[in-house]
Every structure is written in C-alpha cells, then in structure tokens.
C-alpha cells in the first residue's frame, strides 16, 4: 500500500549464501564477530517487525497478528528515522572490512534498504494507497486476510475478527492520503477509479450485507471456522461464537467501503483518461528515474533500457523464425497462424477453468520430478495453482505467486485469472506460465527459501524485483533444459513470453519516458508482444499505475544469463550446474550488483578446489 510494497515489501527470501562464506579464510577467521552481528541484526528486525504486523503474518509468525499496518504519513516516516537510525548503529558498531563475505552481504543490504526507504517516502505522494492496478489498498486488505492470515486455531480466528475492525481505520487513511496526492497533481487514471469502485462493491455484497450469497470475506471465514471444527480444533458450540464475532467485525467494514466508493465516486467525472504516466505528474521524471533504480537495481537509464528492449524484441523474433524454419515453416507468422488455429480465441467457462486448474496443477507436479538433476536443493512443501479472488480478477490478468509459510501451514500458491476470453490455452503456454511462476521459478523460490536458516532474519523480508522476476524468467528458459517441454511448439511459445517480456521494456519506458498514450501502448504489446487484447490492456494499466517493476524481468534474466555464462566459460569441466542455481536460489533475494559480486566468488572458490 502507501509503503511501496512493490518495491520495498515482504516476500520469503533468506539468508546470504553459505557456500562463499563457510570455505574462505577470512571468514574461518571471523565466525565471532559474524555472530555478533547477526544477533545486532536480529535485535534491529525484532524491532521492525512490532511496527510491521503484516509483514510478521507473511513471514509465519503470531506477533501482532491481530493488527494491521499503520499506513499514515507519521507512521511512515517513524519507520524511516527508525532506519536511519539503526543504520547509524550498525556503522558505529562495527566495522564492515571485519566481516566475513557472506557478513559483508547483509551489512551492505541493511544500508542500501535505507537508500531505497529513503527514495520511497520522497516520491510517497506519486505512490498513493489506491493508486495501483496491482497492489491498491481496497483490494490488499482483504487478499491479505484471505490469502495470508493463517487461522489454525480459536485464538488465529479472534485475530482475524480484530483486524477485520482495524480495516476502517486503514481504508480511511487511505482515503486521506489519495486525496492530499490528488490536490498534488498525482491523479489516478479513469480505469483505476473505476476498477476500485466495482472492486469495493463486490467485497461488500452478499451475506452478511445483504441477502445474496456469501461475500467473498464472509465465505472465507466460514471456511476458515468450518476447517477448525472439523480438525477438531474447536467445538460446535465455539464455532458458532466465532462466526458471530467474525459476522459482527465484517459489518463494520461496510461503512468505510461505502466511504471508498463516495471518494472514487467523487473524483471519476475528472479523473484522466487521455495521457498517462510519469510525466504527466508532478517531479514525474525523477520518480521514474527512481522506480527505474528501485525495479533493476542498476543506474540504468529509461533510454537505455528502451533500446536494449528494442534489441531484444528483434533477437527473440529471429530466434522465433529458425524455431518455425525447423517444424518446416516459413517464418514466426507461419507458426503464430498454425497455432491460433489449433487453439481458438472462446470465452472462459467453467469447464475451461476447471481443466486449466487441473492442467496447471498436474505441470507443477511433473516439474518437480525433472528438479534433481539441475538442483540440490528441493522444494518440500505443498504447491497449488488457484484462481484469482473474484474483488481483483481482471480479464487478462497477470498470474502471481506467494510462497509458502515457513512452517508449511500456507502452502505456496499460483493464482490466475479465468475471466474474459481464452485462445483454449495452448498447453505450451500453460506449461511455460507454470515453471515461471511455479517450478522452477517463484513458488519453488520461496519454498526453499522459507527452509532455510542460519543468515539474519531480516533477509526474509527484503525483495528485489530484478532478482525475482528475473530468475522467473530465466526458469522459463530452464524449463526446455530439464526437459519440461516435450512438444516443438513449446520453445516457441516459452520465446513467445520472452518476446512479450522483451517488449515490456519498450512499453513501460515509452509510457513513462517517452510520452506514450495508453492505447500506443497496447497497440505495440498486442502487435509486437503478441499479448491477447485483454492482456495487453490489463497489462499497460498495470505499468500505468506501477512505474519501472514491468522492467525488472528482461533486467534481471539478462544478468542471471551473463552469470551463467560467465562461470561455464571460466570453470569449464569445474562447472557444476547444481551447484550454481542453489548458489543463486539459496543466496536470497539480491540486488544485481551484489549478484554479481557472489557469483564471482563462487567461480573463484570453484578454481580453487
């Protein structure tokens, strides 16, 4: 929400890569001194968390878990003089050349948090709480209860009642918020306000609002008691208590989605609609520049990544036409019309969606059996491929993934979007979307992540676009080595998504840098990136109202390809392919350059052996 989740938020990644730390001499000579610190950072995190309940709820833990964020601008900028201040701490405390490797990771990511903290709160009016297409705070909320709040027993469902109370509070500083950005100059466009209007009404109709079915918060809360009781967790009679208390909280939200409604309402009739992007608000320019830094880690410039996009569409588009020439076509348009005929454009029905549910599910499990070979490291808990919340579901919609909780209770999960219309989806793009956002790519990540111990606690919060989406794309391109691929179509339709994500990089620096109109936009990822209508519209809202992350993904892949490639030219029969993606997925999230860094250390401790 207003803290730029997407930028600077939870997700489950870990602890700084044993592997380089553990086998140099420096760091043989250092573990005391490692241990201080780390306990100096545990101590910080500790302190973080009391003010970051949710974030505690993400990473598994019963700390807070009946409150929500406070999102105001005085929370806001406490946490950032609490930052600051813990950094100052850190510096006087200790001296980074006295650290091992591994050590000198995280003292470098605790202090480039600052930077990005600091970046986040000058540009907050840009980044208001409904602003996103992706992360708006009506929609947010109550994801968060469904998807993330854990209940395993009576106490987790009081907790879930509690913050269901807190949401007024949280949806009205919100409310406050958007209106001082507004008064700014920082509008949200026409289609979001539109997008929060149906998206609040459709979180407050049904029971217990009125006589219809069960809202989709009231039909999770009864799933949620129905799991206890039959677990045997609480009685009949306990159950019935807590879905009164639970019934009562979910009232209270009504009145305060009522009051989101009249605001979106309110600033409709002059909300914009004709240009969009970054340089259409105030000091748009430098905030891109910033979202640009934040979303690639890099000091890349918008021109530059503009034209390695460009580059990219073209080198995919011929690697596209030798794939076509190979199956005996003439070129890529040959093959894109063998394909649209095979699988034509019908609109989604619950037959489709229950057989792409059932087809998803059955890719991730196949993938998990082809994991060995390239990885040491295993994924062990519960995977599933779900569909979207009915309040956020868009016709063309991204798919998304959040890995599990440490303990397993949360499996990790795919969720997808089945509204609109469907070209029948050919099994290759299924399968492609799967070892992204599923095996070998997020979920997989996260899974492994959450297992792991022994670094700083703070490493399961920090994320880094680059890095994420980056290995998600690059898992995509793994997928064909581990066989996960069986027929020819498959490796064109996994370049197909690379051209789409190459052509992402056009789209989002001609929105925000080179003044683009939003159906400019469309028009080039639906003839150049071969999105589907839908998806091409649903996505450049998405760039729209999130500046520079559509960009981490080419960014990220990029580097990780480059690495790759650098430590099989330079180790030759010394490569070792396992060890080299748990060097990557157990090194947590980081940004490229400090990647980079880790990689050259593990090539040179490989010599070395």
């Not at 998206?199 to 129905?226: E, M, N, Y």
């Not at 099994?427 to 095996?439: I, K, N, Q, T, Y």
């Not at 898992?475 to 992402?504: N, T």
Request: hydrophobic residues 45%; aromatic residues 8%.
């Amino acid at each position: 929400m207003r803290n730029l989740p997407w930028l600077i938020a939870a997700a489950l990644v870990v602890a700084a890569p044993a592997g380089i730390a553990a086998q140099t001499p420096a760091a043989l000579a250092v573990p005391v001194e490692d241990a201080r610190f780390y306990a100096f950072l545990d101590q910080e995190f500790a302190a973080a968390l009391r003010d970051r309940p949710q974030l505690a709820t993400q990473l598994g833990m019963k700390d807070g878990q009946d409150r929500l964020d406070d999102i105001s601008d005085a929370a806001e900028l406490r946490r950032l003089d609490w930052r600051r201040g813990s950094v100052s701490r850190m510096k006087a405390a200790f001296d980074r050349a006295k650290l091992s490797p591994g050590a000198q990771v995280n003292y470098d990511i605790w202090a480039l948090e600052l930077d990005r903290a600091e970046l986040g709160y000058r540009f907050r009016l840009q980044a208001p709480p409904f602003y996103s297409f992706l992360y708006s705070a009506h929609a947010q909320l109550p994801n968060f209860m469904i998807n993330t709040h854990t209940v395993q027993d009576a106490q987790d469902m009081r907790a879930y009642a509690a913050r269901l109370r807190a949401m007024p509070a949280v949806l009205d500083t919100a409310i406050q918020q958007s209106r001082v950005s507004d008064a700014a100059g920082v509008r949200a466009p026409r289609f979001q306000i539109e997008r929060i209007i149906s998206g609040s009404r459709a979180i407050v109709t049904g029971a217990p609002f009125d006589g219809g079915p069960a809202s989709p918060l009231w039909a999770d809360a009864q799933a949620k008691v129905a799991k206890l009781k039959d677990g045997g967790k609480v009685t009949a009679a306990e159950a019935t208590t807590l879905l009164a208390d639970t019934r009562a909280a979910l009232l209270t939200i009504k009145p305060a989605y009522d009051r989101v409604i009249g605001w979106a309402e309110a600033d409709l009739p002059t909300a914009p609609s004709g240009r969009v992007g970054a340089l259409t608000l105030p000091d748009g320019a430098a905030w891109y520049a910033a979202a640009l830094k934040l979303n690639t880690t890099t000091d890349l410039t918008a021109d530059q990544i503009h034209k390695i996009g460009l580059a990219e569409v073209k080198r995919i588009e011929n690697e596209q036409d030798a794939v076509a020439r190979a199956a005996g076509l003439k070129d890529r348009h040959a093959f894109y019309a063998q394909i649209a005929q095979r699988f034509p454009v019908v609109p989604w029905n619950d037959q489709l969606r229950a057989k792409y549910l059932r087809d998803a599910n059955a890719a991730l499990a196949f993938n998990r059996t082809l994991l060995p070979k390239y990885f040491g490291k295993l994924p062990v808990h519960a995977m599933e491929v779900v569909r979207e919340p009915s309040f956020s579901e868009v016709a063309g919609g991204a798919a998304h993934a959040a890995g599990p909780s440490r303990d397993g209770a949360r499996p990790g999960r795919v969720y997808v979007h089945l509204l609109g219309t469907t070209d029948a989806t050919p099994p290759s793009a299924l399968r492609d979307l799967m070892c992204h956002e599923g095996v070998p790519g997020h979920v997989m990540q996260g899974d492994i992540q959450v297992g792991q111990s022994g670094g700083p606690k703070f490493r399961q919060s920090t994320r880094y676009v680059a890095f994420g989406e980056g290995w998600g794309l690059y898992a995509e391109a793994l997928c064909k080595e581990m066989g996960a691929y069986p027929e020819p179509s498959d490796d064109f339709m996994r370049l197909d998504a690379e051209l789409f994500r190459a052509a992402r990089l056009v789209v989002d620096t001609g929105i925000h840098a080179e003044g683009w109109t939003e159906q400019q936009a469309i028009d080039y990822l639906v003839n150049t990136g071969r999105a589907a209508p839908d998806q091409g519209r649903s996505e450049v809202r998405r760039y729209i109202t999130l500046p520079g992350q559509a960009t981490g993904y080419k960014i990220g892949m990029i580097k990780i390809v480059e690495l790759r490639r650098r430590a099989e030219r330079e180790l030759g029969a010394k490569f070792d392919i396992r060890g080299f993606h748990d060097l990557l997925i157990g090194s947590g999230s980081l940004p490229l350059p400090i990647l980079e860094r880790q990689v050259d250390g593990w090539i040179a401790m490989r010599r070395r052996s």
